[in-house]
C-alpha cells in the first residue's frame, strides 16, 4: 500500500492553497480551493442529514462541471462510495447503473433528470440537481421541507465562520474510492472497483513525473466519468494546487482549441483523434504539395519548416504546455512519425480503467517510437510469452494501482487474474528498457471522439434484433461506425421480401437504432455483407479480418 493516504493528500492540498483558484466553469467565475471547502462541508453535512454512511454508493451523472467536481470530492472525503455516470447514456442504462451498484444518492442534470422513472431506482432516497444541488425527488415524504429547514440551520451555524482550514475523518487507503463502469448496458457492465490507493498511486507518480506547481491552469475536456480524464485532468491537478477549468460543452477539436488558447493549459491529456484531425486539416495538405515536398528534401530549408510548423502546433494548443499526453488508442503511424521528425512534445501512455487508469508512460524527451511508454513505478508489467522482447503475448500487471474487481462478479473477477497478475487483454511486447510496445489489442473496444468507451457487442446485440439482421459487426473507418450487416435471408423468404427491399429496411433499421444509442456511438452507416463473417471453433467472430 501506497505510504500517501489519498484523502490526506486532498486535505493538504486545500489547505496549502486555501485562496489560489481551484475550479472554473468555462467563462464562469472562479472559485479558491477555500471555497470548495466550504461547499464539499456543506455537502457532508446533507449527506449527514440524509443518514448516509460510510462506504455507502452515491452515483454523479452528468457532464464535466465544478458541481460534478465538488459532488465528487465531497463523496470521497467523506468516506462514501463516488459511482461516476456518463451523461450519454440511455435512462435505462442509467438505472441498471444505479441499482447495480446499490447507491442510494443520485446527483444529476436535470434534462437528464426528467427522463428518468425515479420509481425504477430502488435504493434511491434523494435526487439532487447538479446545476444547484437543489433537491428534485425523494420517496421520503416531506423531505423536502425538511432539507429546506436543514439548509436554512447550516447557513445559520456557518454564518460567522472563517475557517482557513479543513479536516477530513480518517479514511484509509485500503477503502473502495469508486465504482466506475466501463458500459451501461445489463449484459456488458461491469463495475470496476477501485480503491483509494489505486488513485493515491497514480497521483504520487504523476506528481514526480509530469511537475505540475500550484496555479498552473488545466482545461478538463475529457469526460472525467471516465478515469483518464478524472485522474489527470482533476484529482492530479487538484493534488498539485491547479486551477481546473471544466469544459461544460460539446468538446468539438474546434471548441476544445478555442478554449486551449484561452486557458493556456500548462499540460494536455488528448485521445489520438483530435491530434490526427489537426495533422490531417491543417498540416498534410500543406506538406503534401509538390513545392513543399522539394523544400523538405534540402537539408537546411526542411529544418527552419519544421521548426515553422512546431512553433505554430504549439500555439494552435495555448503555448503553455509542457507536453501533450496521448491516450485511450493508438496513434496513427504517420502522424507519430511526423511529430517526431519536428521535434513536437507530445508522448503516448498506456492504460485501463482497471488501473485508475495508469500502466505505461514516459516523457515526451524520453518516450521511444511505437511504445507506450516505460512501465509506471508503481506497476509491475510481464509479457505471457517465451520471449517478451520478440515473441508477442497479452501484458499482464500487477501493483499498486490495480483495482479490487469487478463489484458483484466474483466469478468474472477471478477468470481475469493469474497468481496476482491481471490479463490486460491487450497483446504486445517490453523491451529491455521495461518500455511497452502494444501490438493488437484482443478486446474489441472502440474510442469514441471524445474518449468515451464504445463496446461492439453492445450495440451488435441490438442490432441483431432488428428486422432482416441475422448477424452484424461494428467497425470503424475513416473515424466513422459503420456496421456491417448480414442479412437473414431465410426470414426474407418466409417473408416474400425481395433483396432490392434491402435498401429500404436498412434505412429504417439505422434510424432505430441510433434512436437507441449515445450521440458519440451513433453509426453512420448499415452496409450489407454478402456472407456470414468467419468465425473461431468457439463461433466468434474473427474481428481482426474486418477491421481492415
Not at 444547484?132 to 429546506?148: A, E, I, R, V
Not at 492530479?236 to 486551477?243: I, L, N, Y
Not at 504517420?334 to 501512455?349: A, M, N, Q, R, Y
Request: net charge neutral; glycine share 6%.
Amino acid at each position: 500500500m501506497m505510504k500517501e493516504n489519498f484523502v490526506k493528500m486532498l486535505e493538504s492540498s486545500i489547505n496549502s492553497n486555501w485562496d489560489l483558484p481551484a475550479f472554473s466553469d468555462y467563462k464562469g467565475e472562479a472559485l479558491t480551493y477555500g471555497d470548495i471547502s466550504r461547499e464539499i462541508l456543506k455537502m457532508h453535512y446533507i449527506f449527514r442529514k440524509l443518514s448516509v454512511k460510510k462506504g455507502d454508493k452515491i452515483a454523479l451523472l452528468g457532464k464535466n462541471s465544478v458541481n460534478w467536481a465538488i459532488v465528487y470530492l465531497a463523496t470521497v472525503s467523506y468516506g462514501a462510495v463516488i459511482v461516476p455516470i456518463l451523461p450519454d447514456f440511455h435512462a435505462s442504462d442509467v438505472h441498471h447503473i444505479v441499482n447495480h451498484s446499490d447507491s442510494v444518492l443520485l446527483f444529476a442534470l436535470e434534462d437528464i433528470y426528467e427522463n428518468l422513472n425515479c420509481e425504477n431506482l430502488k435504493e434511491i432516497i434523494a435526487i439532487f440537481s447538479l446545476e444547484n444541488l437543489s433537491l428534485l425527488y425523494s420517496p421520503k415524504k416531506n423531505l423536502k421541507d425538511k432539507f429546506k429547514s436543514d439548509m436554512d440551520e447550516f447557513r445559520q451555524q456557518n454564518a460567522e465562520k472563517n475557517e482557513n482550514k479543513i479536516t477530513f475523518s480518517k479514511i484509509s487507503n485500503n477503502d473502495l474510492h469508486g465504482i466506475i463502469y466501463t458500459s451501461g448496458t445489463t449484459g456488458f457492465s461491469k463495475g470496476v472497483m477501485l480503491t483509494n490507493n489505486n488513485f493515491a498511486a497514480n497521483v504520487v507518480y504523476a506528481q514526480e513525473k509530469m511537475k505540475l506547481e500550484p496555479g498552473d491552469t488545466i482545461l478538463s475536456f475529457l469526460p472525467i466519468a471516465h478515469t483518464f480524464g478524472c485522474t489527470f485532468e482533476f484529482l492530479f491537478p487538484f493534488c498539485s494546487g491547479c486551477h481546473i477549468t471544466f469544459l461544460n460543452k460539446i468538446p468539438s477539436p474546434r471548441i476544445i482549441l478555442k478554449a486551449f488558447g484561452e486557458v493556456k493549459p500548462r499540460l494536455i491529456l488528448s485521445v489520438p483523434l483530435i491530434i490526427e484531425k489537426i495533422y490531417n486539416k491543417q498540416i498534410k495538405p500543406t506538406i503534401s504539395k509538390a513545392l513543399m515536398k522539394v523544400l523538405l528534401g534540402l537539408p537546411g530549408i526542411k529544418n527552419a519548416i519544421y521548426t515553422k510548423i512546431r512553433k505554430k502546433l504549439v500555439t494552435v494548443f495555448g503555448g503553455n504546455f509542457r507536453e501533450i499526453v496521448i491516450g485511450g488508442a493508438p496513434l496513427n503511424d504517420e502522424v507519430e512519425t511526423f511529430f517526431k521528425k519536428i521535434k513536437f512534445p507530445f508522448t503516448i501512455g498506456y492504460g485501463m480503467t482497471e488501473c485508475a487508469p495508469l500502466i505505461s508512460y514516459a516523457n515526451w524527451e524520453n518516450h521511444k517510437s511505437k511504445s507506450v511508454g516505460e512501465t509506471v513505478f508503481t506497476m509491475q508489467a510481464k509479457i505471457d510469452s517465451e520471449d517478451s522482447a520478440n515473441i508477442v503475448g497479452e501484458i499482464m500487471v500487477k501493483g499498486e494501482n490495480l483495482m479490487q474487481g469487478y463489484y458483484k462478479e466474483e466469478k468474472i473477477t477471478s477468470e481475469c487474474f493469474e497468481d496476482g497478475w491481471l490479463h490486460t487483454g491487450d497483446l504486445g511486447l517490453i523491451d529491455a528498457d521495461n518500455y511497452i510496445y502494444i501490438k493488437g489489442r484482443s478486446k474489441s473496444m472502440i474510442l469514441g471522439p471524445s474518449g468515451q468507451n464504445i463496446f461492439p457487442e453492445e450495440i451488435e446485440s441490438k442490432l441483431n434484433n432488428l428486422d432482416c439482421v441475422q448477424e452484424s459487426l461494428l467497425v470503424k473507418k475513416e473515424n466513422k461506425l459503420i456496421a456491417l450487416i448480414y442479412p437473414d435471408f431465410e426470414k426474407m423468404d418466409a417473408k416474400k421480401i425481395e433483396e432490392n427491399e434491402l435498401e429500404s429496411i436498412m434505412k429504417k433499421n439505422l434510424s432505430k437504432i441510433n434512436k437507441m444509442l449515445p450521440a458519440y456511438s451513433k453509426i453512420s452507416k448499415l452496409e450489407i455483407f454478402p456472407e456470414e463473417f468467419e468465425k473461431t471453433p468457439t463461433k466468434k467472430v474473427k474481428r481482426f479480418l474486418y477491421n481492415k
